[in-house]
């Protein structure tokens, strides 16, 4: 199983990006994927959620800003984040939810200027 991150860079605040992840080598479709992200100094946390029949969640802070989307024809996630702030500065990765330890990949950097 691989998970490749993609779409990070520098933005200023109230700006966007669009986070892409690739997964290859497992069944994509019929598991809940997530969007975490690790800023310097904290712990890891869960953003936002896709199961697998659609449904979305967000964790308060990033809620009516994020947008969690998945093709699983192409099995793929997706973030469209609007409206960033300089606190969405992160490590931004993807992962089953729950995750899986193995499945960790090098993430995408986000950072948000003020």
């Known amino acids: 199983v691989q998970l490749v991150e993609s779409g990070g860079g520098l933005v200023q605040a109230g700006g966007s990006l669009r986070l892409s992840c690739a997964v290859s080598?497992?069944?994509?479709?019929?598991?809940?994927w997530g969007w975490f992200r690790q800023a310097q100094g904290k712990q890891r946390e869960l953003v936002a959620r896709?199961?697998?029949?659609?449904?979305?969640t967000y964790t308060d802070s990033v809620k009516g800003r994020f947008t969690i989307s998945r093709d699983n024809a192409k099995n793929a996630v997706f973030l469209q984040m609007n409206s960033l702030k300089p606190e969405d500065t992160a490590v931004y990765y993807c992962?089953?939810?729950?995750?899986?330890?193995?499945?960790w990949g090098q993430g995408t950097q986000v950072t948000v200027s003020s």
């Open positions: 896709s199961s697998p029949g659609g449904r979305t």
């Open positions: 992962n089953l939810d729950p995750p899986f330890s193995g499945l």
């Open positions: 080598g497992t069944s994509f479709s019929i598991n809940a």
